[in-house]
């Protein structure tokens, strides 16, 4: 007669595992712990916002007024102060107030019209622009234009409207300097942007100490932001 040795039942897990789903929970627990104390910190506390002036060099701009478009399908039209309203409505970043600010700064919108709808506008302006990401203005001389609120209706996009409506511009008022802002952090969209030969004009920023701001704007000699090491 053999002896049997009774089968011992194997707990549903490790022991080992599930200490280490422990530990992974506890993890993940202290990151979003870790993400929610930084974004407090960020917002309460101390918070540094620089963005990049960044405007085309001037052989682009030729080239580009030189280079025939392919025809475009919609309407391109320069609205000025009393057709602002018609704007309204067709992009999520515009309100009231904007096109108010917009008409002290005797701005330009260039839009895109298909079908008695816009589609898509750009609007250009000087003076003292109010910019979100800064949370403050910034002051754009007479003789030159900051390019901002770009949008395309998404049924409209791959069309090149953006190149459209800046050409339009460019042959309304072909002396201006043009530049716009992006974030200085963006290093996806600042390698995107080397491609078409930018120039690295000027530098803002906005310290946000304890509700407090501290703005610094610089500006300096035109450098090809392909060759810039530190933004």
């Known amino acids: 007669m053999t002896d049997t040795v009774p089968a011992m039942s194997s707990p549903s897990a490790p022991l080992l595992s599930r200490g280490g789903e422990r530990v992974r929970r506890v993890k993940a627990s202290l990151r979003r712990l870790q993400r929610r104390v930084y974004r407090v910190f960020a917002k309460v506390v101390y918070r540094k ?3 990049c002036r960044l405007e085309p060099d ?5 080239f580009l007024m030189a280079m025939p478009l392919e025809p475009c399908k919609p309407t391109i039209e320069v609205l000025g102060p009393d057709r602002y309203h018609e704007v309204l409505g067709s992009s999520p970043q515009l309100s009231a107030a904007d096109l108010a600010h917009f008409d002290k700064q005797e701005s330009l919108c260039v839009v895109a019209y298909e079908a008695d709808r816009i589609v898509a506008s750009l609007w250009f302006t ?3 622009v109010y910019v979100s990401d800064l949370g403050r203005t910034v002051h754009v001389p007479a003789h030159e234009r900051y390019s901002g609120r770009a949008y395309v209706h998404p049924d409209f996009r791959g069309q090149m409207l953006m190149q459209h409506l800046g050409h339009a511009h460019r042959k309304l008022q072909p002396d201006m300097r043009m530049w716009n802002l992006v974030y200085a952090s963006n290093s996806n969209v ?6 078409i030969e930018l120039n690295l004009t000027g530098r803002f920023s906005t310290t946000f100490i304890l ?4 703005a610094k704007d610089e500006e300096f000699d035109p450098q090809p932001l392909a060759e810039v090491r530190s933004i």
């Not at 600042?190 to 491609?195: G, I």
């Open 58 to 62: 001037q052989s682009i701009i030729d």
């Open 126 to 128: 000087h003076g003292e």
């Open 49 to 51: 916002v620089v963005m």
């Open 190 to 195: 600042l390698a995107a942007l080397n491609k």
């Open 211 to 214: 509700g407090m701001r501290f």
